[in-house]
């Protein structure tokens, strides 16, 4: 009797009957696939951003940051509220030696069906590339140059623009820096180098803001990339962006930063030429190549006469990158006189490890644990003969002149 019904209301024929209950399942079939689209976009994955062991933020499926106590958001998912609960319920974080920041994309328990794998990704660029495809809205608030400083995401959270920059020097010690500085609470921090200024300022602001961590107000947002001091036209795109923007920049004896950039290439190229090779042209004149890159930014002068054009020098901090080594606490209090914090970081964060050479840092003074960088920095250095130290010093000691007396620091490279 069903069947006549049915046959009744919507069918003249047996074939237009079967078009229309073919059609029916498609309809069917297609909304649930929406809502399931739906759901999956909106509840089922969250990404967990470890800052390191104790320290890490929740981001949902927009990657906004998850509000751990809202309860009602995180019963989507099966976690204690608990912080290393939540921890340990990811697949372990990869060691991260270098302790930059790690991404883990992971499924929801409740809907295994949906997504049965897990997925981690590369800190840098998969974290980029996977941000680059979620776009996520709020408030915000605009500079004068019509560039929005800061997105609102929530009462708490706000992703920010940095208000200071690690703009140089490569192998300066740029690394140890930004890990000393998160130990400031006034601090959030890029792990990774976002290269904006010289290599993804085409995608614009709004990328470069979803890079930076997230903020609560009265914290200071901070990333590091060395190439910028050296690459054309990022002094006036910083400006651009604030010019306000404080600029912090590590100085290292540019002959040491050279022999150490050449022994990070030659890690990674088996076959490359001897430094000698490299450093000097004419077979008897033996002149230093200044087209070598590795010689040019040791030219520092140079390069910080172009950020002057753009930036007052008060703008500026320098850091001693051979006494950020040997005085670690007095460089961090310098640096936080500079940005205008709190003196928090000093010597009891730190612990110098006679075997590695380099002070290592602890995240709370009275902790146990000790941090150390990852062993690519601290590498060895090639030998190199007295007389090609000697050229090169000679080579670099007029430019050296020139920014003691810019920076008004002699940094006491002979
Ligand atoms: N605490 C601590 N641990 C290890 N290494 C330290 C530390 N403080 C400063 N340094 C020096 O940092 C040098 C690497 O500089 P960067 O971090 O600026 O390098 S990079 O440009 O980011 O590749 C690195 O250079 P190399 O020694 O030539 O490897 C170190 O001398």
């Known amino acids: 009797m069903f069947r006549g019904f049915r046959v009744n209301i919507f069918c003249c024929n047996k074939r237009k009957c079967e078009f229309v209950a073919i059609m029916s399942t498609c309809l069917v079939i297609v909304i649930h696939s929406i809502l399931l689209v739906v759901h999956l976009k ?4 969250i990404s967990v951003r470890s800052l390191g062991d104790s320290n890490f933020e929740l981001l949902d499926s927009n990657f906004e940051p998850l509000d751990i106590n809202n309860k009602s958001k995180l019963s989507d998912f099966v976690f204690s509220t608990k912080h290393n609960q939540i921890l340990n319920r990811l697949t372990p974080v990869k060691e991260n030696k270098d302790i930059d920041t790690h991404l883990q994309f992971i499924s929801n328990e409740n809907s295994s069906s949906k997504f049965s794998t897990t997925e981690e990704l590369k800190p840098g660029e998969e974290f980029m590339n996977l941000k680059d495809k979620h776009y996520y809205g709020g408030k915000s608030d605009q500079n004068k140059h019509g ?5 609102t995401n929530g009462p708490n959270f706000t992703r920010s623009l940095p208000d200071a920059i690690i703009i ?3 192998k300066g010690g740029t690394r140890a820096l930004l890990e ?16 904006f200024f010289d290599r993804n300022y085409e995608k614009g602001f709004e990328w ?9 107000k009265g914290q200071l947002t901070l990333e590091k990339t060395p190439s910028y001091f050296v690459s054309t036209g990022v002094p006036e795109k910083v400006y651009t962006m604030s010019k306000m923007t404080k600029l912090i920049v590590v100085l290292r004896d540019p002959v040491t930063r050279a022999i150490s950039d050449y022994a990070q290439l030659a890690s990674r190229r088996p076959n490359m030429k001897t430094f000698e090779e490299l450093a000097f042209v004419g077979n008897r004149t033996k002149l230093v190549d200044t087209s070598w890159p590795i010689i040019k930014i040791g030219i520092y002068v140079q390069h910080l006469t172009k950020w002057l054009e753009y930036f007052p020098i008060r703008q500026f901090h320098f850091v001693s990158g051979e006494n950020l080594i040997k005085e670690p606490a007095y460089e961090m209090k310098l640096v936080q006189e500079f940005l205008d914090l ?3 970081i000093n010597d009891s964060y730190f612990s110098f490890n006679s075997t590695k050479g380099f002070p290592c840092f602890k995240k709370q003074p009275n902790s146990s644990k000790i941090h150390c960088l990852n062993t690519d920095k601290g590498r060895l250095h090639p030998d190199l003969s007295h007389s090609v130290i000697k050229r090169l010093r000679d080579f670099y000691r007029p430019f050296n002149a020139r920014i003691y007396q810019i920076t008004g620091h002699n940094f006491g490279w002979t």
Not at 147 to 151: V, Y
Not at 180 to 195: C, D, F, N, S, V
Not at 208 to 216: A, E, F, G, L, N
């Open 180 to 195: 000393y500085l998160r130990l400031h609470p006034k601090i959030r921090a890029t792990g990774p180098e976002p290269h």
């Open 147 to 151: 560039i929005n400083k800061g997105l």
């Open 168 to 170: 140089g020097v490569k």
């Open 42 to 45: 909106t509840y089922s994955v």
């Open 208 to 216: 470069y803001r979803q890079h930076m961590p997230t903020s609560t």
């Open 342 to 344: 709190e003196p928090f």
